[in-house]
């Protein structure tokens, strides 16, 4: 996909990745971006710099999800690519109350279903779209002190190999974007061993909108900005047993937070 003339929606867009990736989108020449955040004056701030369209939507919440694509679509026609950006972060394992679960449930991984409901009919109708869901490297791999994001980034993953598998011969491209460390409000929240890990090797989110825009180009499933990511896949699917083994180490060395 080349981003020319096209009609982008971005949620999480008022900060982050997904305002760097409204900028680059701009930058690309898309016709129209809609900058999609549950904070309408970081939206409202973002769009104003690139001429978008802001519209203040919790993605946890169905029924505004399909209200964002109806807005966008009266405003700028037929949406060419969403991007389901929007997420948050939790710490702790299965002892975390069931309201936590379900709140990053909701926010994590049905906003994404619920995107995917709302563009697909329309998408389908015209014989193209483009989707591209932000997981996390912990989608592919896991989240050392988070199970709650570990779980439901690897739900994105997999919801997004469903949909790239069964809507390619109807025209639909799927991406999964997969980054580890990336300097944004929610690395810095990122406190102790874990975050200095993933704070050493953290890319700016104007890199990771870079390898976005690569990644579309070449109409790639995985975009992978850190390329070790890639490596550590391999490693895990070659010997899981040998994988979880360098994890257990590695969460030694940082010291647990379950």
């Not at 997981?135 to 050392?144: C, F, V, Y």
């Not at 909108?209 to 109409?219: K, N, R, Y």
């Not at 995985?222 to 895990?236: G, M």
Request: with cysteine; charged share 15%.
């Amino acid at each position: 996909m080349q981003m020319q003339n096209k009609i982008v929606v971005v949620t999480g867009g008022g900060s982050g990745i997904g305002r760097a990736l409204c900028h680059r989108f701009a930058q690309e020449g898309a016709r129209g971006v809609v900058v999609a955040d549950r904070n309408g004056n970081s939206a409202r701030k973002v769009a104003d710099e690139i001429a978008g369209l802001a519209i203040e939507v919790d993605v946890a919440v169905e029924s505004q999800v399909l209200q964002l694509v109806e807005q966008s679509t009266d405003a700028f026609g037929s949406i060419d690519l969403f991007c389901s950006n929007a997420g948050i972060s939790i710490d702790g394992g299965t002892e975390v109350p069931d309201a936590d679960w379900q709140r990053i449930w909701q926010s994590n991984f049905m906003s994404h279903v619920y995107a995917s409901r709302a563009v697909l009919p329309s998408m389908l109708a015209r014989g193209h779209g483009y989707l591209l869901h932000t997981a996390s490297a912990a989608g592919l791999l896991t989240q050392i002190g988070s199970a709650p994001y570990s779980v439901t980034k690897h739900a994105v993953v997999s919801l997004a190999e469903w949909l790239a598998i069964t809507h390619f011969d109807s025209g639909i491209r799927v991406s999964c974007l997969c980054p580890q460390g990336v300097s944004t409000p929610m690395l810095d929240r990122v406190h102790g061993p874990i975050g200095d890990h993933l704070k050493a090797t953290a890319l700016t989110p104007e890199y990771v909108a870079d390898a976005v825009v690569a990644g579309l180009a070449d109409e790639r499933f995985l975009i992978l900005p850190h390329s070790q990511v890639a490596t550590y896949f391999q490693h895990k699917a070659n010997d899981y047993d040998r994988w979880l083994r360098g994890m257990r180490r590695l969460q030694g060395q940082m010291g647990s937070l379950i």
